[in-house]
């Protein structure tokens, strides 16, 4: 009953649309571009939806359901971590945002079946959005995907419910400095902590973020006490968010420096990581080594990753460069390399 009581969740759509209001000195530092929008646009109109995305910030949390909010999309219920729950943003999160606490890392049977169970009996009447790599991730690549909301959706049984793909890139992700140096999520921070972390790092700040949406997965049919489906599923839905990530300049140049060097060997080196892109079927963002350099250069330089000396590159911040270059690293490796 307890675990229920924290679950219960209530989303009221006039006070949740007007938080972008108080939330503009964030998103104001922010080019919002979504593509694909129609598969969203379609799914919501044929039925129950659940939106799978990977999670890189925690600006996915306004990008994101603003996206499907632009288009004119019934909201969301968002699954989010429980340590955003604490404090005035938690009830905000229960009472307004209507978003779901999720205890992450529990191995309590009890907590498992009563979270599975509420979620099964949401999507009756809401759409869902959830992030199923457990977290951001603090190393920057596309980490492997929890599969109990996945069997959650399939065991809910709704009638032409689906899965749509939502991948989100930033040109800068605004904690990268933080994440980045963690590498691996240890403990867990509080919230007011990592809201001062994101205020230090936020003075200078800009960036795109894309939210690109991928074609719909029926679930129809699927026997969710079966592991290996719920498996099938999770895997084929992570390679289609990996496939729709926009791969950004920074990231590209990122992938291209393993040390110093020139202009001239980083343009050969971004040329043959294009090249590999391009054959893996990638949603680039960029299509040339000058492009490349041109659009990353001066956000890295002046987000103090790199330094630009006498007409070479050189590393500021390896753990920082690391974590871009490892954002397409699910694209520059064989796929069985990284399931």
Same mark, same amino acid.
Not at 129 to 141: A, D, V, W
Not at 307 to 313: E, L, Q, S
């Given at each position: 009953?307890?675990?229920?009581?924290?679950?219960?969740?209530?989303?009221?759509?006039?006070?949740?649309?007007? $938080?972008?209001?108080?939330?503009?000195?964030? /998103?104001?530092?922010?080019?919002?571009?979504?593509?694909?929008?129609?598969?969203?646009?379609?799914?919501? &109109?044929?039925?129950?939806?659940? %939106?799978?995305?990977?999670?890189?910030?925690?600006?996915?949390?306004?990008?994101?359901?603003? &996206?499907?909010?632009?288009?004119?999309?019934?909201?969301? @219920?968002? &699954?989010?971590?429980?340590?955003? #729950?604490?404090?005035?943003?938690? #009830?905000?999160?229960?009472?307004?945002?209507?978003?779901?606490?999720?205890?992450?890392?529990?191995?309590?049977?009890? %907590?498992?079946? !009563?979270?599975?169970? %509420?979620?099964?009996?949401?999507?009756?009447?809401?759409?869902?959005?959830?992030?199923?790599?457990?977290?951001?991730?603090?190393?920057?690549?596309?980490?492997?995907?929890? !599969?109990? $909301?996945?069997?959650?959706?399939?065991?809910?049984?709704?009638?032409?419910?689906?899965?749509?793909?939502?991948?989100?890139?930033?040109?800068?992700?605004?904690?990268?400095?933080?994440?980045?140096?963690?590498?691996?999520?240890?403990?867990?921070?509080?919230?007011?902590?990592?809201?001062?972390?994101?205020?230090?790092?936020?003075?200078?700040?800009?960036?795109?973020?894309?939210?690109? #949406?991928?074609?719909?997965?029926?679930?129809?049919?699927?026997?969710?006490?079966?592991?290996?489906?719920?498996?099938?599923?999770?895997?084929?839905?992570?390679?289609?968010?990996? $496939?729709?990530?926009?791969?950004?300049?920074?990231?590209?140049?990122?992938?291209?420096? !393993?040390?110093?060097?020139?202009?001239?060997?980083?343009?050969?080196?971004?040329?043959? @990581?294009?090249?590999?892109?391009?054959?893996?079927?990638?949603? /680039?963002?960029?299509?040339?080594?000058?492009?490349?350099?041109?659009?990353?250069?001066?956000?890295?330089?002046?987000?103090? @990753?790199?330094?630009?000396?006498?007409?070479?590159?050189?590393?500021?911040?390896?753990?920082?460069?690391?974590? %871009?270059?490892?954002? @397409?690293?699910? $694209?520059?490796?064989?796929?069985?390399?990284?399931?």
């Amino acid at each position: 009953m307890g675990y229920l009581d924290e679950l219960q969740t209530t989303q009221r759509y006039e006070f949740y649309r007007a $938080l972008e209001y108080p939330l503009y000195p964030i /998103l104001r530092k922010i080019d919002r571009v979504v593509e694909r929008q129609h598969f969203a646009v379609d799914a919501a &109109a044929q039925g129950r939806v659940a %939106y799978v995305s990977n999670h890189r910030s925690h600006i996915d949390y306004l990008v994101e359901p603003l &996206a499907l909010d632009d288009a004119g999309i019934r909201p969301p @219920i968002i &699954a989010a971590g429980i340590n955003l #729950f604490g404090g005035p943003l938690g #009830f905000i999160h229960k009472h307004v945002t209507g978003a779901l606490p999720i205890r992450r890392n529990t191995k309590d049977p009890a %907590y498992l079946v !009563t979270l599975k169970a %509420y979620v099964s009996e949401l999507l009756h009447k809401h759409d869902l959005f959830f992030y199923p790599e457990g977290g951001r991730s603090y190393s920057g690549e596309l980490k492997a995907m929890k !599969t109990g $909301l996945f069997s959650a959706c399939i065991d809910a049984g709704v009638p032409g419910m689906q899965l749509v793909p939502v991948a989100v890139s930033y040109d800068l992700v605004l904690e990268d400095h933080v994440v980045s140096k963690q590498k691996v999520k240890r403990r867990q921070k509080a919230f007011s902590r990592e809201v001062a972390e994101l205020v230090r790092y936020a003075v200078g700040y800009r960036s795109r973020s894309f939210v690109t #949406f991928g074609r719909p997965v029926s679930i129809g049919g699927i026997d969710g006490e079966s592991r290996k489906a719920v498996m099938d599923v999770t895997r084929h839905v992570r390679a289609e968010i990996g $496939l729709l990530y926009k791969v950004l300049p920074t990231a590209v140049l990122a992938a291209a420096m !393993t040390g110093s060097g020139s202009r001239p060997e980083l343009t050969d080196r971004i040329k043959a @990581i294009l090249d590999t892109l391009r054959a893996a079927g990638a949603n /680039l963002g960029v299509e040339s080594a000058e492009e490349v350099l041109a659009l990353a250069s001066e956000p890295m330089v002046t987000r103090n @990753i790199i330094v630009i000396d006498g007409g070479r590159y050189r590393v500021r911040e390896r753990n920082v460069l690391r974590y %871009y270059a490892k954002s @397409i690293a699910h $694209l520059l490796t064989p796929p069985s390399a990284t399931h």
